[in-house]
T-cell receptor, first 112, second 114 residues
């Protein structure tokens, strides 16, 4: 595997379900990010981890819970989501002092 | 309030001609700017970047121009090819508590007509 991978690629879940999104980077980076992309909106930064420590949490509802067990893996735990949470969720990585972020293919989430 | 704006949602260009994509920003603290390209069902792919201390950066068919006084940057693609058809995102970077955070525009869909 190379670059940034995300699983699953597609997810349909009910509002009462609990699921997790997984991201793995194979680039030797030490910062990882979660973004949300909704239709006709810019990418919204949700969480930033640098050196496995959360450094940014952009007022994201608590039904989204990130986890970064090491510098290569990032999770987004989901529970009791709302239909408006349906979106493309993108993971990215970079060097903590680098500007270029490298993105995974995203998880298309649909909440029913 | 959106800090990075791409006011043209779409652009169509003939193959072989120049494509010019524009981006405006409002925050003077941004010190680095990037362009990403996105195909359907894929994540954004880094294309080219420019530091705020420069006004031009060129990489093959792609050139990015930065006008700091106008808070404006543009991406020129010449000659345009059908494979360049994609959504292009402008992003601006600011260092905040441990990492460089990117602020994105809404994207411009480029269609290159063969």
């Amino acid at each position: 595997e190379t670059g940034v991978t995300q699983t699953p690629r597609h997810l349909v879940m009910g509002m009462t379900n609990k699921k997790s999104l997984k991201c793995e980077q194979h680039l030797g980076h030490n910062a990882m990010y979660w973004y949300k992309q909704s239709a006709k909106k810019p990418l919204e930064l949700m969480f930033v981890y640098s050196l496995e420590e959360r450094v940014e949490n952009n007022s994201v509802p608590s039904r989204f819970s990130p986890e970064c067990p090491n510098s290569s893996h990032l999770f987004l735990h989901l529970h009791t989501l709302q239909p408006e949470d349906s979106a493309l969720y993108l993971c990215a990585s970079s060097q903590s002092r680098g500007h270029e972020q490298y993105f995974g293919p995203g998880t298309r989430l649909t909440v029913t | 309030d959106q800090q990075v704006k791409q006011n043209s949602p779409s652009l169509s260009v003939q193959e072989g001609r120049i494509s010019i994509l524009n981006c405006d920003y409002t925050n003077s603290m941004f010190d680095y700017f990037l362009w990403y390209k996105k195909y359907p069902a894929e994540g954004p792919t880094f294309l080219i970047s420019i530091s705020s201390i420069k006004d031009k950066n060129e990489d093959g068919r792609f050139t990015v121009f930065l006008n700091k006084s106008a808070k404006h940057l543009s991406l020129h693609i010449v000659p345009s090819q059908p494979g360049d058809s994609a959504v292009y995102f402008c992003a601006a970077s600011a260092y905040q508590t441990g990492a460089n955070n990117l602020f994105f525009g809404t994207g411009t869909r480029l269609t290159v007509i063969p």
